[in-house]
């Protein structure tokens, strides 16, 4: 690949990054990047995962620096996740994607609503609640399987169900989210390589562009605050709703 090409890639991993760590849906514009510059569709999802992998990474370890992240139900949330990812990935030939990507659309226009008209969710820290986790194991599933059906979007879904129904603000849902999602891109990884359709000599300035990015992002957004957050959060769901909806 040229190296104009290579320098465009890792400037675009590191942006996305960067922002993905706060509000997620990197994979909307790095996918895209990626076919642009020549790689095919298959390669082009195949080798994102090394970006979205970085990501996760470098944002899980700053939010980790600003213990952020609850460990406890992030180590549940991670196995779950790699779980319904497998199921997502097994069903993705049998069941039609454009129906899937309108439900999602809808979801994702009533919480938004959800968290507009409801001003302190996310945005102010909750008394320590008892999580239901029959509920918290069913919606991990849950993300999983729309990580491994569809993926581009997963980010922001994920913070948007974690903020709305199991009090954790903007920045905690952001940091659980990465640190579990780690997990759930090494192993896409790996069935993508083994399907060869990785283009592993992007890895370096992929890995590093969106490590570096995500841990900026991390620890930008815990200065940035929650409610900052949640105006991005609000802001680019109903960008991706009207996408998934209509387009």
């Known amino acids: ?73 992030g180590a549940i949330f991670m196995a779950f996740l790699v779980i319904g990812s497998v199921i997502g990935s097994y069903t993705v030939l049998n069941l039609p994607e454009q129906v899937i990507k309108k439900v999602i659309g809808v979801i994702m226009i009533v919480i938004a609503a959800f968290l507009f008209f409801n001003k302190d ?19 991990s599933l849950a993300s999983g399987f729309y990580s491994g059906f569809y993926g581009a979007g997963a980010g922001t879904i994920n913070r948007f169900m974690l903020t ?20 759930s891109h090494i192993f896409a990884l790996g069935i993508f390589t083994y399907y060869g359709v990785v283009q592993y000599s992007l890895f370096i300035p992929m890995i590093l562009a969106s490590f570096t990015g995500g841990f900026l992002g991390a620890k930008y957004g815990v200065k940035l605050g929650n409610v900052n957050i949640k105006r991005l959060l609000l802001m680019v769901s109903v960008i991706m709703a009207v996408k998934l909806l209509f387009f």
């Open 164 to 183: 709305a129904f199991f009090a954790y603000t903007m920045i905690n849902s952001a940091a659980i989210s990465t640190f579990a999602n780690m997990a």
């Open 121 to 139: 969710v996310g945005t102010k820290p909750v008394k320590k609640t008892k999580k239901n986790i029959l509920l918290f194991i069913a919606f």
């Open 1 to 73: 690949m040229e190296p104009i090409n290579i320098a465009i890639i890792a400037a675009v991993y590191f942006i996305t990054a960067f922002y993905g760590s706060l509000i997620g849906g990197a994979s909307l514009l790095t996918i895209p990047a990626l076919i642009f510059t020549g790689l095919s569709p298959h390669a082009a999802i195949g080798t994102n995962k090394i970006g979205t992998f970085g990501l996760s990474a470098g944002a899980s370890l700053g939010y980790g620096i600003e213990n952020k992240i609850d460990y406890k139900f």
